[in-house]
């Protein structure tokens, strides 16, 4: 459903938002533009999706996100731009463990076959850089994961 509503979105200008692919979660090696279109799209893609409670943290969660991006490209700040900026920062990190704590429990998820075959390539490469010596094995901070799911400790973002 939500690939099909970021498919009928409309272009907006030559540059401003691109044509979306048939599939966006398919797609491979994106720019930032693309990332950039994807979180401009959000909300109304997102939109009456879920139950009323759900819908409302995630449309928060989706606005928070896209706050925090317009700030994150700034590349000249001011005071209040700066303060602006910690206070959206702090609200994003409650929306989130909201989102984990509220949302995320709800729902029962399970992994893809392709999301299944990467992790089990992970595993193994990284069992084989640990049976190679310390020298190739790296470093990390440990995370146990049970199962798929939001987990706030390990996710990234780029902005």
């Known amino acids: 459903m939500v690939i099909t509503r970021y498919r009928l979105t409309p272009t907006f200008g030559r540059d401003t938002i ?5 599939n966006i979660s398919l797609m491979k090696q994106l720019a930032a533009h693309d990332y950039e279109d994807i979180l401009q799209c959000a909300i109304p893609a997102f939109d009456g999706l879920l139950p009323e409670e759900d819908n409302e943290i995630v449309l928060d969660l989706l606005f928070l996100m896209a706050t925090f991006h317009v700030y994150a490209k700034l590349r000249l700040h001011t005071e209040s731009t700066v303060q602006s900026f910690e206070l959206v920062t702090t609200a994003l990190c409650q ?32 069992a084989h850089r640990e049976a190679a010596g310390p020298s190739l094995s790296h470093s990390r901070h440990a995370v146990t994961v049970s199962g798929p799911c939001f987990h706030v400790s390990i996710f990234c973002f780029a902005s």
């Open 95 to 126: 929306a989130l463990r909201r989102f984990r704590d509220v949302t995320c429990a709800r729902y029962q998820t399970r992994e893809l076959p392709q999301e299944t075959a990467a992790r089990a390539r992970r595993e193994a490469a990284e």
């Open 18 to 22: 691109r044509r979306f692919n048939n």
